[in-house]
């Protein structure tokens, strides 16, 4: 398989041979307060992200304001259970005024902000922002015509793959690479929310990432940090979690949102998992040179005169490791030896002969 290419996003590179880059996803979880907007920021910051994700949309660009069943969420295994869509985009929705604030204060504290647009309007609005790159989520997928216009825009793209088909994503990194966007990072996703380890399906990141030729991460929406840790064994590049200041305080998002200790030990833990990956590698590192003493080898175990055999009485299988190697015991019996060997001598293949 081909190394893939890195990709600059700001200040970050993201690619194989650098940590995850994390992001979390302010998304309504703000609850309509511009100050508990930017306390999340500052939250995500202490947690160590690379990245604060908001989302663009209004409630008319996504659905209808209409009351039937084609429009209300009828799963009763689901969080909004019961409510009409545009009543939930309208909780859910950051408004666009509030995005130049928001944006300007995470700029200022150095830290990495872009969108999901949900409508064409929306990347407009977001070129004068100069965001650094676009993400389009699951449910947009489909929508070709908003790919290819973010595509257009020549920035990095990170696109969910949440419900759909090998056909589905083909399309849209079909549409995306028809404008001459190579920068494409796709993100396992799993769409329930919250959703279970056991639906998450992490083995799909390889395969992605062999299909299409390019980055691959995770969006995730279970409860903890056990599948995006588990995803960076599968070489996940990028990871994004829903991210709140207390699931307590409830909100659209908040019962599969993290918290920012879970944040922090994401962030820390994803690192260890990138840095235990290294490379395929066999025998002794330079770091396990001093535990030599604790393998085994063959010593001499009883003093043997010059031209002595060699017998199980005076020698053996011991630790440490520095003689012969345990697999040549049975070779070195019977053996004369060409000089005087003291007690605890770590045998060696010029004592005989």
Not at 169 to 197: F, H, M, W
Not at 217 to 245: M, N, Q
Not at 305 to 320: A, D, F, S, W, Y
Request: glycine share 8%.
């Amino acid at each position: 398989m081909n190394e893939m290419k890195n990709i600059q996003i700001g200040h970050k590179v993201i690619g194989k041979k650098v940590k995850p880059f994390i992001i979390a996803e302010m998304s309504g979880n703000h609850n309509q307060s511009l100050d508990r907007a930017f306390e999340i920021v500052d939250a995500a910051i202490e947690a160590g992200v690379d990245a604060l994700k908001l989302q663009t949309a209004t409630p008319d660009g996504l659905t209808l304001d209409v009351d039937k069943p084609d429009f209300r969420v009828n799963d009763a295994d689901s969080l909004w259970y019961g409510r009409t869509l545009y009543s939930l985009y309208k909780d859910a929705v950051t408004p666009w005024e509030w995005h130049k604030p928001i944006f300007d204060y995470c700029r200022k504290r150095e830290l990495i902000v872009f969108s999901s647009p949900f409508e064409l309007a929306a990347v407009d609005f977001l070129e004068k922002l100069e965001v650094p790159c676009y993400k389009i989520a699951s449910f947009e997928l489909l929508d070709l015509p908003l790919v290819r216009k973010v595509a257009a825009t020549g920035k990095p793209m990170i696109m969910s793959t949440g419900m759909a088909t090998v056909s589905e994503i083909e399309d849209a990194v079909v549409a995306a690479r028809s404008e001459g966007n190579e920068q494409i990072i796709l993100l396992k996703c799993t769409s329930t929310y919250p959703a279970t380890p056991k639906d998450s399906n992490i083995l799909t990141i390889p395969h992605l990432k062999q299909m299409f030729g390019c980055q691959v991460g995770l969006s995730d929406h279970t409860l903890g940090v056990g599948v995006p840790i588990a995803s960076v064994a599968f070489g996940a590049t990028v990871i994004e979690k829903h991210f709140t200041l207390d699931r307590e305080d409830g909100g659209v998002d908040s019962a599969f949102s993290m918290e920012p200790n879970e944040m922090s030990s994401l962030v820390i833990e994803s690192e260890r998992a990138w840095q235990a990956l290294g490379e395929v590698s066999y025998g002794t590192t330079e770091k396990e040179e001093k535990s030599i003493t604790f393998r085994r080898s063959i010593y001499i175990t009883e003093a043997v005169e010059q031209g002595g055999v060699l017998t199980p009485n005076n020698m053996r299988i011991i630790r440490p490791g520095f003689g012969v190697a345990p697999k040549y015991y049975e070779v070195l019996l019977g053996r004369k030896v060409n000089q005087k060997l003291e007690k605890g001598t770590s045998m060696s293949w010029d004592y005989i002969g």
